[in-house]
Structure formats: structure tokens, C-alpha cells
């Protein structure tokens, strides 16, 4: 397909693009921000905070750059005398009646209006004399706060309500110096993907109550991660503060969620920071449980597949990554092997505006990834049989009373878990793993797309990754097995048996991921699924 | 309401005719003074014919900007399969214009005629007259009109047996000053917050309703049947000073004169004789002082200059203001310029959609410093604040109110100087000689 490109020179720099875009998304591509504050690529364009005026040859005023498409030779000067004055004019009308209250405020260190003044602001203020304006914070929502004195009437969270959520619940109130956002009287802000404005909002007008005076910006790590919330696969930041993930965020990625993240996503990340975790390997000696290091843990693990003669199932949870599915199926190879994965259901909201983009009925992140691995959801036939089998592998998966129940009934359970759960206390092995917050790894969303998620914080006392145990027991299986050392190894390995995934590595699927099977049973139900072999 | 004065023997009387004459306002009396004769001539003519006649007659936009009516008509799409729109400004809220007001009151089938010949020229099949909501007597007298049109069979799905169908709605404002803007106008027929659109898209691609759309000034439309009646020629010689400005114009001159009121004068007349002769001149014992000709939105002529200009688009510009809209706001030596200057920023920072930051936060802040100035409190940098503040207010917005908020501040302080430095050196007017 061929692209009509249109040659421009930003800054000086030459750059290439297709007819129609416009001068903010070309200055992109010439390394130049343009600063900007009504202007998202995800919503449509309004120009009105009249800040990313350029100065363009031959153009007989100062344009602005979100709206004006590219023409071929157009030599465009963000960084010229006229257009910094301009952009300092307007940073001076919009810091007049803003409260300069950056030690108390939310946004802070990550602040569009900090930003820019820093860059390109004055000095001074001279508007000294006069009072600043004054409304008290209205709540907004279930978890949104509006800060009215910090608005700077960008009116991003008004267009995405309107345009994206097609919700129109925010609008602009009143005229002049007097304008403020307002929310419709008989209203909450509570649309399943309303918590968005909190990303949106260029400075710390709209924040979130969740994460309300929790920690500074600049003292946050943030991680690039997955969703594990549902089939979705939507691109998240884990923020952490001391090991504590304290917020998700969305992360950019226009193919599968571009800016956005659903509340019900957003607010699931308490469970990363759960205490009652497993720290060391347990093993039952007998009637005594004891603790055991790695190496006799594994030892015993190999020990005890090698000794169980008969059909194994496992139970897995499908957040467990595609390193960890696989792996655990390697170890199991050559077995009569029943593996399902629990999936949880949920309603479903879509975000109108975008399309193919929804929270999912199936709550899990990896559905489509245990199947092509060969694990089914055929959930209840698997637990079904529990009974008879030599013996049973859960991997991180929450049971239910009546579940466990029926764990007695196999020959042995082997449990990879990252909870206590004292449930599991009879366990022959119970080992401890990482949850997904705490490991590399990658997930296959429900468009065939496997997407990398990154260690966030530190996995509990000696958790490891589950691919990492079961490779390590598969290693001691016959000597001369290499187990892989890394995930980025462990999932290059899986490309052996999966031909979906031959060839493919991490550094293939980068910070957005690649399509890898187009053939994704997702869509149609659950009936399809390689299953046991 | 009241009436109009007598026309002075000096007015070229074309639109204001029938002004005081209620028997113009039925459409029988309308048809007994030869009115609708210029809408059924248009349509045994081509759409491409009426606009090549406003082409040659030279009219252009009455409502401030000066667009030649006939090129702005000929941009519309042709065949392009969509409902095509006509839009009629009559939001008319510039302060110091009343011009469209007693068009509306006095002789509204005029406006109804001139708009019926628009949607035909362009291609639509119904206009949206919309007026300022503060018109009560004029709403309810176009109301009557467009009854009495439709009932005669002037408007509707065949409008005087043509086979056009030229349906009109009455679209009542609510009040902001914005609306008269043409796209904030649109958005507001559309049901949405009056906020100004940025262009392009223009208009003519994608108005109200995102269709294409034409919109003209009350003035303008009531121009175009007399235009077809009596001629392209006969309007073009209708000139006494540039060329390029034709026809009769409508002056609303307010203010500080004897006579105040709407008089309607060829085009290039002198403005002092517009002010001193047909507005009466000043009030006894005092002399002029200043003119915003154009409504307030445009920048403040000294005396000098109002005495020397010649009333026409080219003829204004000449002396560093704008014909805009030509409402004239003369004052006298009796006036404070820094407290009408402060008067005209405070109706802007009042008015302003808040959509533009320059706007929003620029005419508030401006008419601060001006309502400190006055209060004896100004501060020496203040009028350098001002101008800055003036120029970063200025071309940077999607509309023209913010401009319009700055240009009096800034020719005020370059002409009137001496005024505010009075209040900042000694905290009180300047007295008048």
C-alpha cells in the first residue's frame, strides 16, 4: 500500500509523513514536542488552549498545530521568537488564577502546567494584587475529585465523556474567567472507563480518590505490565512506591487499548500487595510439613512426578503467563495430562468510542495463550477429574471450598501458589511462586496478540516463577537438560512445540506485542482447546 | 417601541423606506408598496444569474467583516446531494448597532424576501433566521411575517408556484453575545453551548448540522431584492468614495449626538457630516472627542480622524479603524475614555464563550487592571501590562473576541494617552477643557 508522504521541515529537521497529518504528530516524528494542552491523540481536537501555536512560513499568524495538516515544503518553527512569546502569554494566563499549590497537589512532578512553565514560562507572576479564583472541590464520582481551582479548562475529560465513553456527563459551565467543568446535577461520574479523565487531566484538577495523598511522582518506579484483568489485554503501568504497587495506569498502545484502561482494571491491584504470601518451599515428610531449600525441593519435585504413575491434571489460573503454562505442560510431556484453566466471569463494558475495546466477560489475562498451549476451560471436567488422577499440579489458582475439597482424592497435589492457603497444607510439595507483578513474562490477549509484562517489585522471600521450577524439575528429569535461566530463554524455548510462537522472542514483540496466532478460539466459545494428549 | 425619525434629505433611502410605516409590515401592505416582486424575478432566474448580479452589484456582508455576498454565495457545493442551509445573523448584539433590529421591526417581509432569494440561489431549502433572544417586539413581528408569508404562499413546498420549496424557521437566542460569532451561532441552532468553531472547515463545506451552509447578515439579505429589482449597475453607482464599497449602508449612530438614531447613507460618505448633520451634531457647548465606528469591537478613532474619514470599508481602515458593523459610539469631551474602554472590557470578559485561554483569562485580567486604573490604584507599568497583555490577545484565538476586547484597550491608550496617565499619576479623571 502505498502512502501519499508530504515533506516538511520542523526545527529544521526534515521529516516524511503521510498526507494529513498534522504539524504536532509530524513534529513528533522530528523529535520536537510541541507543547500542548487540549490536544490527546485519543480524543478529537478542539485547539483551544491555544498553546501549541507554531509559526509556520508564509502563514500570516501563529497556527495551531493540532488541527493544521501538513502541506508539502511547509518549513514549520516551534521554537521561534514569535511562537515562545505566544506560548508565554498563554502559560501567563493560565497560571493567574491557578493556586500554585504543586506541594500539595496529586499531579505534581508529573504535570503538564509544571512542565511547561519550566520550559517556557516566565519567571514572575503580575497578577499579584488580585485574589486568585475560588470554588471548593466537588466529588465528581465514585473514585474522582474535581479540583476546580487547578482547572485549566483544557476540556480533554469533557470530550472523552462525550466522545469516547459517549457519556456526556461533563460539560463546560458558565462563561468567561468564571467557566469551571460541571457534572450534569442528576449524575455521577461513574461510567465503567470514567476513571480515564484522572489520566487525562494535564494537571491535578481531576485526581483520583484511590490514590489520593499516597505518594509523589517522582518517588514512584513505574513498570510497564499487562492488564491481568481480562482477555482485553490492555497495556498497563504498575507504579510502585517501596515494593507497594500504590496505582495502575494506562500505557499507550493504539492497537489494543490506545490511552485507555477500565475502572474495574484500574482499581484490581490490591492482591499484588498481599502479606499472607508463601516464602519457602513445604514439603510433607510424613505427617510433619518441613522447609525445605530450593535444590531438595526440586529434587523432591522430580522425585515425586517420576514416582506417580497415571493421568495428571492441572489446575492453573489464567493469569499464569505463557512461560509458566508452557513449562509446567514440558515438565508433564509424554504424560496423560487433563489441564484446564479457572477462568472467572464478569459483565462486560465497552468503551464506545474505540472500537474492539471492552473489559471482557473472561476476567483473565491469558485465556487465549493456556489454549494454545493445550490447556482447556473446560474447568469443572478437569476438576472432575481430580478423582482418580496419580496426581494434581495447581498453579497459582484459587479453589473453591468445594474444590479443595476434592483434592483428597487424588493420588498426590503438587501446589505452585503464591497465597497461604491452608487448604493446601497436606499438599505433598507446596512451592512457593511469583505472582505476575513479580516476574517477567508474557500473555496472549484474545486477539492473538502475546505481550510482554515486566517485573514490578520483588517476589516474596524465595517465590519463583513457576516456569522456573517447572523447567528446573524438568532439567533433573535426564541429565544433560539445560533449564532456561531467564524468561526472555523460557519463552524463546516454547517456540519448539508451539509453532505459533517458532522464532519468536522478546525482543520481537518490543512494548506493544505482535499478533501471533490469528486463529484464536477466543472469539467463537470455550469449547475448542487442544486438551489432554 | 418607538419610532424613527424623518428621513434627512441627505439619507439614500433603500432599506429604511417603510421605517414607521406599519402598514409595510403585513404582507398585503408589503405587496401595495411593491414588496416580493424582487423574490418572484428571482425565481424565473438561474441561481448562477442572481449570484453573478451580486457579483457585479458589489454588495458585500453588512454584519461586519465586508465578504462579498455573491462570491461568499458562489462557494456553496454544487450537486453535491446535500441538504444545503441559510443562515440569517440576526443575533444582533454588537453594542452600539441597532440597524437589524429595525429592519425586523419596520419592514420584516423585506428580510423574509431577501432570504427566500438566498435558499434559492444557494441551493437550500430552508433558512434559519436566528434572533438575538432580548428582541421580544422583533421576534413577535417576524413571527407574524413569516405566518403571514407561508399563508400567501410565499414560503413553503412551493413557494409562489415556482415548485421551490423555501421553508423558514424562527430561531430564538438566548442572550450571549458569542452567538452573533457565525459557527458559534451554528452550534447553537445545533442545540450545543455557543462556542465558536474553528475554520476551516468553513461554512460553505460543513455548517449547521455539519451541512453546507450560507450564512449572511439581516442587512445584507434585505439588500438583495432591491438589488435585482433596480439592478446590478444602478447599486454600484451607489458609491461616493472607494469603488470597491456599493450600495446604501445602514449607520447606527449613538452616543453623545442630538439625534441619535439609524440613518442610511451611500457608501463614502463623509463621517462628519453623518455625525454632525444628520445625528445633529454634538449637545451644546461640546465638542467630539471620539468614535468606535464599527460597534465597540473595533479600535477607538480620535476626533481628527472621525472628522476626516470617509463612511466605507476601505475609508475606515484608512484611519486606523474598522467599518465593522457601523454602529457608532460618538463621545464627547464629557467622556472619561479610560472608564469606556474599562466599560467595553468588562462586557467582553462578561461575554466570552471561556473556550480560549488568552480569551478567557486575558479580557478578565485586562479589565482588572483597568478597574484598578480608575479606582486611582493603577500602578506606572500598567499601560505596558496592558498592551502586552493586549498583543497576546490578539490573532492567537479561534475567534475574533478576544481582538475585539484588545483593540479598544490599545487604541485608547495610543490616542488617549494623556487620560490614563492622568489616573496613574494623580488618581482622577482628567477634567474636561
Known amino acids: ?533 | 417601541m418607538g419610532f424613527p425619525h424623518p428621513p434627512h434629505p441627505k439619507e439614500t433611502v433603500v432599506l429604511s423606506r417603510y421605517f414607521g410605516d406599519p402598514g409595510a409590515r403585513t404582507f398585503a401592505g408589503w405587496v401595495q408598496r411593491g414588496g416580493y416582486e424582487g423574490l418572484k424575478k428571482a425565481l424565473g432566474m438561474t441561481p448562477e444569474a442572481i449570484i453573478d448580479e451580486l457579483k457585479a452589484s458589489g454588495l458585500r456582508g453588512r454584519g461586519g467583516a465586508g465578504f462579498p455576498t455573491g462570491l461568499k454565495w458562489s462557494f456553496m457545493p454544487k450537486g453535491d446531494g446535500k441538504p444545503h442551509y441559510l443562515c440569517c445573523n440576526a443575533d444582533e448584539s454588537e453594542p452600539g448597532t441597532f440597524k437589524d433590529r429595525e429592519i425586523m421591526r419596520w419592514t420584516p417581509h423585506a428580510l423574509i424576501e431577501g432570504c427566500a432569494v438566498a435558499c434559492y440561489a444557494i441551493g437550500a431549502e430552508t433558512c434559519y433566521i436566528y434572533i438575538r433572544g432580548e428582541f421580544t417586539e422583533p421576534l413577535a413581528i417576524m413571527q407574524a411575517a413569516v405566518a403571514d408569508a407561508y399563508a400567501n404562499g410565499a414560503l413553503g413546498p412551493n413557494a409562489f408556484g415556482s415548485g421551490k420549496r423555501i421553508d423558514m424557521v424562527i430561531f430564538r437566542g438566548a442572550g450571549a453575545y458569542i452567538c452573533g460569532e457565525e459557527t458559534a451561532l451554528m452550534n447553537s441552532i445545533e442545540g450545543k453551548r455557543g462556542n465558536p468553531r474553528i475554520k476551516p472547515p468553513f461554512p460553505a463545506a460543513a455548517g449547521v448540522f455539519g451541512m453546507p451552509t450560507t450564512i449572511n447578515n439581516v442587512e445584507t439579505l434585505a439588500a438583495v431584492p432591491p438589488i435585482l429589482m433596480q439592478g446590478a449597475a444602478w447599486y454600484k453607482a451607489l458609491c461616493l468614495g472607494n469603488p470597491k464599497s456599493t450600495g446604501t449602508k445602514l449607520f447606527s449612530v449613538c452616543g453623545h449626538v442630538m439625534r441619535p438614531g439609524n440613518f442610511e447613507i451611500t457608501m463614502g460618505f463623509p463621517m462628519k457630516d453623518l455625525i454632525y448633520d444628520l445625528a445633529g451634531g454634538m449637545r451644546p457647548g461640546r465638542t467630539l472627542k471620539a468614535v468606535i465606528p464599527g460597534g465597540s469591537s473595533v479600535p477607538l478613532m480620535n476626533r481628527e480622524e472621525a472628522e476626516s474619514a470617509l463612511c466605507d470599508y476601505e475609508g475606515i481602515v484608512e484611519k486606523g479603524s474598522m467599518l465593522g458593523s457601523a454602529g457608532f459610539i460618538v463621545m464627547d469631551d464629557s467622556a472619561d475614555i479610560v472608564y469606556e474602554v474599562y466599560r467595553l472590557a468588562k462586557f467582553y470578559a462578561h461575554e466570552s464563550c471561556a473556550q480560549c485561554t488568552q480569551c478567557r483569562e486575558g479580557t478578565a485580567w485586562t479589565t482588572k487592571i483597568l478597574e484598578r486604573i480608575l479606582k486611582g490604584e493603577g500602578k506606572p507599568d500598567d499601560l505596558d501590562l496592558l498592551v502586552e497583555l493586549s498583543d497576546n490577545m490578539t490573532g492567537k484565538t479561534i475567534c475574533v473576541l478576544s481582538d475585539s476586547c484588545a483593540a479598544p484597550i490599545v487604541s485608547g491608550i495610543r490616542k488617549f494617552r494623556s487620560e490614563f496617565d492622568r489616573y496613574l499619576e494623580k488618581g482622577v479623571r482628567e477634567l474636561a477643557s
Open chain 1, 1 to 533: 500500500m502505498s502512502v501519499d508522504l508530504v515533506n516538511v521541515t520542523i526545527d529544521g529537521v526534515a521529516v516524511s509523513v503521510p498526507k494529513g497529518t498534522t504539524i504536532i504528530e509530524a513534529a513528533k516524528q522530528a523529535g520536537v514536542l510541541v507543547p500542548h494542552y487540549c490536544y490527546h491523540p485519543s480524543l478529537p481536537s478542539p485547539a483551544v488552549c491555544r498553546m501549541c501555536l507554531v509559526e509556520v512560513e508564509k502563514a500570516p499568524k501563529l497556527l495551531p498545530a493540532c488541527v493544521t495538516t501538513v502541506a508539502e515544503g511547509q518549513v514549520v518553527r516551534v521554537m521561534s521568537e514569535q511562537a515562545l512569546k505566544a506560548r508565554e502569554g498563554v502559560l501567563e494566563f493560565l497560571l493567574i488564577n491557578h493556586p500554585l499549590d504543586c506541594p500539595i497537589c496529586d499531579q505534581a512532578g508529573e504535570c503538564e502546567l509544571q512542565d511547561y512553565v519550566f520550559q517556557e514560562g516566565r519567571a514572575g507572576t503580575r497578577y499579584s494584587d488580585y485574589a486568585k479564583r475560588f470554588s471548593p472541590v466537588e466529588d465528581f464520582g465514585p473514585d474522582v475529585l474535581y479540583v476546580p481551582n487547578r482547572c485549566i479548562l483544557c476540556t480533554r475529560c469533557v470530550r472523552f465523556m462525550e466522545d469516547v465513553a459517549e457519556t456526556p456527563v461533563l460539560n463546560v459551565s458558565e462563561r468567561g474567567d468564571r467557566a469551571y467543568i460541571g457534572i450534569d446535577q442528576e449524575q455521577r461520574l461513574d461510567h465503567p472507563w470514567s476513571g480515564n479523565v484522572v489520566d487525562l487531566c494535564p494537571v491535578g484538577s481531576l485526581i483520583s480518590k484511590d490514590f489520593l495523598h499516597k505518594a509523589r511522582a517522582w518517588d514512584l518506579d513505574k513498570t510497564a505490565s499487562i492488564c491481568p484483568g481480562c482477555t482485553q489485554g490492555c497495556n498497563i503501568m504498575i507504579d510502585t512506591r517501596d515494593d507497594v504497587v500504590v496505582r495502575l495506569r494506562p500505557r499507550a498502545n493504539l492497537d489494543v487499548n490506545r490511552h485507555f484502561i477500565c475502572d474495574t482494571g484500574r482499581a484490581d491491584y490490591r492482591w499484588m500487595n498481599r502479606g499472607d504470601r508463601v516464602e519457602v518451599p513445604l514439603l510433607r515428610d510424613g505427617a510433619r510439613t518441613v522447609a525445605a531449600d530450593w535444590d531438595v525441593a526440586l529434587d523432591r519435585l522430580a522425585e515425586t512426578l517420576r514416582g506417580a504413575a497415571g493421568p495428571v491434571v492441572v489446575l492453573a489460573s489464567g493469569r499464569a503467563s505463557l512461560e509458566s503454562l508452557g513449562w509446567v505442560r514440558r515438565l508433564l510431556d509424554g504424560r496423560d495430562v487433563i489441564a484446564a484453566v479457572k477462568v472467572p466471569l464478569g459483565g462486560t463494558a465497552p468503551l464506545p468510542g474505540i472500537p474492539d475495546l471492552a473489559l471482557r466477560a473472561e476476567r483473565v489475562p491469558n485465556l487465549d495463550g493456556a489454549r494454545l498451549l493445550g490447556y482447556t476451560a473446560s474447568w469443572d471436567a478437569a476438576v472432575a477429574a481430580v478423582e482418580g488422577a496419580a496426581l494434581v499440579l495447581l498453579l497459582d489458582v484459587a479453589l473453591e471450598d468445594s474444590e479443595a475439597a476434592r483434592l483428597a482424592a487424588a493420588g498426590g497435589v503438587i501446589a505452585l501458589t503464591s497465597v497461604d492457603d491452608d487448604r493446601l497444607k497436606g499438599s505433598a510439595l507446596l512451592l512457593p511462586v511469583s505472582t505476575m507483578a513479580e516476574e517477567n513474562g508474557t500473555y496472549m490477549n484474545r486477539d492473538g496478540r502475546v505481550q510482554r509484562f515486566t517485573q514490578a517489585k520483588a517476589p516474596p522471600g524465595m517465590a519463583r516463577p513457576a516456569w522456573w521450577i517447572a523447567a528446573e524439575a524438568w532439567s533433573r528429569r535426564e541429565p544433560g537438560r539445560m533449564a532456561p535461566e531467564t524468561a526472555a530463554l523460557a519463552f524463546a524455548a516454547l517456540g519448539a512445540s508451539v509453532p505459533a510462537l517458532a522464532g519468536v522472542t522478546y525482543a520481537d514483540l518490543g512494548v506493544t506485542g505482535r499478533v501471533v496466532s490469528r486463529d484464536v478460539s477466543g472469539r467463537a466459545s470455550g469449547t475448542v482447546g487442544a486438551g489432554a494428549r
